[in-house]
């Protein structure tokens, strides 16, 4: 039997759910990943609190669609749609980043942070973005990976919303 621990994934979600809201790990709902998956202990470090004081100071702003390219290996490739470069992403995920290293998160693939972080959106059957598509950033989506000790479904844990959407 596989053995899951708990993990989360901070995300901008690009259809509406709701929170509590659950779906089946090879189900994902369009998503931008703002950071990838990691661990750590929400309770004991008031992170909860100072991520929706970091976010509640945040307006909201516009990315745009760029390019397809695949990630991934040569034997399970994924396409996705990258996005240019926004300087207001790059500084929300550097600001996010910061406050979970200060927390003790541990990243899975540390290598897709900071300077290794690409913004896209994963190429599905039924859904995509198109280059030149606009997106508006406006919240920010907590996934828990692992609920109810399942780590077969995914759970959107906690939805914060910037101070102007």
């Given at each position: 039997?596989?053995?899951?621990?708990?993990?989360?994934?901070?995300?901008?979600?690009?259809?509406?759910?709701?929170?509590?809201?659950?779906?089946?790990?090879?189900?994902?709902?369009?998503h931008i990943t703002l950071v990838d998956t990691?661990?750590?202990?929400?309770?004991?470090?008031?992170?909860?609190?100072?991520?929706?004081?970091?976010?509640?100071?945040q307006k909201s702003f516009e990315i745009v669609?760029?390019?397809?390219?695949?990630?991934?290996?040569?034997?399970?490739?994924?396409?996705?749609?990258?996005?240019?470069?926004?300087?207001?992403?790059?500084?929300?995920?550097?600001?996010?980043?910061?406050?979970?290293?200060k927390a003790g998160a541990v990243f899975n693939?540390?290598?897709?942070?900071?300077?290794?972080?690409?913004?896209?959106?994963?190429?599905?059957?039924?859904?995509?973005?198109?280059?030149?598509?606009?997106?508006?950033?406006?919240?920010?989506?907590?996934?828990?990976?692992?609920?109810?000790?399942?780590?077969?479904?995914?759970?959107?844990?906690?939805?914060?919303?910037?101070?102007?959407?």
């Amino acid at each position: 039997m596989q053995k899951f621990t708990q993990k989360w994934t901070i995300m901008v979600l690009l259809e509406q759910m709701d929170e509590g809201a659950e779906f089946f790990w090879k189900n994902w709902p369009q998503h931008i990943t703002l950071v990838d998956t990691f661990a750590v202990n929400w309770e004991n470090s008031n992170l909860l609190e100072k991520l929706e004081t970091l976010i509640a100071k945040q307006k909201s702003f516009e990315i745009v669609a760029a390019n397809d390219v695949y990630f991934g290996s040569i034997e399970e490739p994924v396409q996705v749609t990258l996005f240019k470069r926004n300087e207001k992403l790059q500084s929300l995920h550097n600001d996010v980043i910061e406050l979970l290293k200060k927390a003790g998160a541990v990243f899975n693939n540390p290598q897709y942070i900071g300077e290794g972080f690409v913004a896209h959106s994963t190429i599905q059957k039924d859904k995509r973005l198109d280059t030149g598509d606009v997106v508006t950033v406006k919240k920010l989506d907590i996934v828990d990976m692992f609920p109810n000790s399942d780590g077969l479904q995914r759970k959107i844990y906690k939805i914060i919303r910037f101070a102007e959407e």
